[in-house]
């Protein structure tokens, strides 16, 4: 399916690929197949086996491990413009689920695509290796943070630096996730994120709304983390 080549300027802004030229990511997704799916599917299981990867057309697409019989761990929530299953590309199988939480569309490549052309997509390849190495360490540095609210300011750290818009005020970050499911991402309950973020606020250093985070003093921000846990990761998560 032939893609935008404004778009793939946009996924290539988005993933910070720098690298990689449009044009090679036009091409790429030229012999993709496109799908769709309603809320609440999946796009592949744990154990399904590897075949392809993926580019995000519209919708939100949850990334999860089932860690029991009755929970999971929530990675990342994954929009428009995210290429995901490629930290397993070249694993047997799927480690993680990937599940529409809103009706979605999207393009999957097949993998022999990509590994027939290496010669012809170097900077590509060098630029999906990156990311994997990015979320790797940063889900490394995640599971060192046992406390709280260290957990909810490395998330808004991550946000404020991923995605962040510098305004009058401060750092403007949109909040396209519900408290109860950021709550979910972090493994802490909806009512510990709602009291860390009020004490945010009453120390002047972030606002809220439904919609947004507006990070007044994104410094003392930075000083609740020691250096080595910032940016603590989620999956591909800009959001």
Same mark, same amino acid.
């Given at each position: 399916m032939k893609i935008d080549i404004d778009f793939c300027s946009c996924i290539l802004k988005k993933l910070k690929f720098i690298h990689t030229k449009p044009e090679q990511i036009e091409a790429l997704f030229l012999n993709s197949h496109y799908k769709k799916l309603e809320k609440d599917q999946f796009i592949y299981m744990e154990g399904d086996t590897i075949s392809s990867f993926y580019l995000l057309l519209s919708?939100?697409?949850?990334? /999860? &491990?089932n860690t029991d019989k009755y929970s999971n761990k929530i990675f990342g929530v994954l929009t428009r413009g995210d290429i995901f299953g490629v930290p397993e590309l070249f694993l047997d199988e799927h480690s993680v689920n990937a599940k529409s939480i809103t009706p979605v569309?999207? $393009?999957?490549? +097949?993998?022999?695509?990509? $590994?027939?052309? /290496? =010669?012809?997509? @170097? *900077?590509?390849?060098?630029d999906?290796?990156?990311? =994997?190495?990015?979320?790797?360490?940063?889900? #490394? !540095?995640?599971?060192?943070?046992?406390?709280?609210?260290? &957990?909810?300011?490395?998330?808004?750290?991550?946000?404020? %630096?991923?995605?962040?818009?510098?305004?009058?005020?401060?750092?403007?970050?949109? &909040?396209?996730?519900s408290n109860e499911r950021i709550a979910s991402i972090l493994n802490i309950t909806r009512e510990?994120? =709602? !009291?860390? /973020? %009020? +004490?945010?606020?009453? !120390? *002047?250093?972030?606002? %809220? %709304? !439904? +919609? =947004?985070?507006?990070?007044?003093? @994104?410094?003392?921000?930075? +000083?609740? $983390?020691?250096?080595? #846990? &910032? $940016?603590?990761?989620?999956?591909?998560?800009?959001?």
């Open positions: 919708g939100k697409v949850e990334i /999860f &491990k569309e999207y $393009l999957c490549v +097949d993998l022999s695509e990509l $590994l027939d052309n /290496f =010669s012809v997509y @170097p *900077g590509l390849i060098f999906l290796l990156k990311q =994997s190495s990015r979320m790797i360490a940063e889900m #490394q !540095r995640a599971l060192c943070i046992e406390s709280a609210e260290k &957990k909810v300011v490395s998330y808004v750290y991550h946000l404020m %630096t991923a995605s962040g818009i510098k305004v009058d005020r401060g750092v403007y970050v949109k &909040k396209n996730q510990t994120l =709602s !009291r860390i /973020f %009020t +004490d945010l606020k009453n !120390r *002047g250093i972030i606002e %809220t %709304t !439904r +919609d =947004s985070i507006v990070v007044l003093k @994104p410094d003392e921000l930075g +000083d609740l $983390l020691v250096s080595d #846990q &910032k $940016l603590a990761g989620f999956y591909g998560s800009t959001e």
